[in-house]
């Protein structure tokens, strides 16, 4: 498996967005119809972040956040949580945090209305990215939409370029928005390059197929899983939405993943939870087939919360929930 040095400063450095979202008290009603909303920290990266924190890993960010009081309410945000914040820059240019208004029409239907045109997280640039604070970490994790414009894509990139030279094992989340990308030739170029060069590539089967566009593949996982494989990664985990995900690796096993049953509220923020509690899991030593055990009781828990980054679990919180479902309806987690 994956040697994580746990020793350094840090356990994890997220790089990308980080955002508002506004989710809605008002349930079971279309957005037009929506006139209460609580507010919260988002973004894939920095719920991956909070969730991480929550788990007890020390946790980074490299990032961009307006120069205004929500810029201010993410900073607070992370410190409270722990999170070091010596990496995230204000924008010098007026431009705003990206803001996110969800729907939860039902338990099974939910949609996002996003606001991302010139948005703070996209303005990270190279000089953004210190070598030093790369190697600091035991892990850096690059989301998809910190690849889908310039300058924040040179800026990835970069990081990916230390994180190598450092050895410091790299995560692919895909985290694809369609919001930004020019065109799907350009998704399949930038994903695919970072792809190639990853340790661990987690993304659902549409994210997969976006990536491999241009490689000829028959869109199965196990096609999939044969060619990253194949390349750098040691681990590649594919998620097919409410009927949960498959996960391929080199020396642990290919799993079969359920999502462990709940009623949910919305069907958003399941991801991020997911990837929090797999990579805590894996970088703690845990057999892989419990990691993703993990991942899977987190997403549940979050898919039936209002919040994502306020509702990420502690690590008791996350074994008892286990424990709790394990005992009414067994494991959810099978060899492929």
């Known amino acids: ?141 690059i989301s998809g939409t910190a690849l889908c414009t310039s300058p924040t894509r040179e800026a990835s990139l970069k990081a990916l370029a230390y994180a190598l030279r450092n050895g410091v094992p790299v995560v692919f989340d895909a985290d694809y928005r369609a919001y930004t990308w020019k065109s799907l030739d350009e998704i399949a170029i930038y994903t695919s390059l970072v792809a190639e060069k990853a340790d661990i590539i987690m993304g659902s089967r549409e994210e997969f197929d976006l990536m491999e566009r241009l490689l000829g593949l028959d869109g199965t996982d196990e096609q999939s899983a044969a060619y990253w494989l194949g390349r750098k990664a040691e681990i590649c985990v594919i998620k097919h939405g409410k009927s949960g995900s498959h996960a391929y690796s080199r020396s642990d096993g290919n799993w079969d993943v359920k999502p462990f049953p709940v009623t949910a509220l919305k069907g958003f923020g399941g991801g991020d939870g997911y990837a929090s509690s797999f990579l805590h899991a894996l970088m703690a030593g845990v057999p892989l087939n419990e990691a993703l055990e993990r991942g899977s009781a987190s997403a549940a828990m979050l898919v039936a919360s209002h919040a994502c980054s306020k509702d990420m679990p502690t690590e008791e919180a996350l074994l008892a929930f286990i424990a709790e479902e394990k005992a009414k309806y067994g494991t959810v987690v099978k060899k492929l």
Not at 24 to 43: A, H, I, M, Q, V
Not at 52 to 77: E, I, K, N, P
Not at 115 to 136: H, K, N, T
């Open 1 to 141: 498996m994956i040697s994580f040095d746990t020793g350094k400063r840090l356990h994890i450095i997220p790089v990308g967005r980080v955002a508002i979202d506004f989710n809605p008290t008002d349930y079971n009603r279309p957005l037009n119809e929506s006139s209460n909303f609580s507010k919260y920290l988002g973004g894939s990266p920095a719920n991956i972040a909070v969730g991480m924190a929550r788990l007890g890993d020390r946790v980074g960010f490299l990032g961009r956040v307006s120069d205004d009081q929500f810029g201010t309410y993410v900073t607070d945000y992370f410190r409270n949580e722990g999170i070091d914040v010596s990496h995230i820059f204000r924008c010098e240019h007026g431009e705003k945090l990206g803001l996110t208004f969800t729907e939860m029409l039902s338990p099974t239907e939910s949609s996002i209305l996003m606001y991302r045109e010139g948005v703070a997280d996209l303005q990270l640039c190279p000089d953004d990215v210190d070598e030093a604070y790369i190697a600091s970490s035991a892990c850096l994790l």
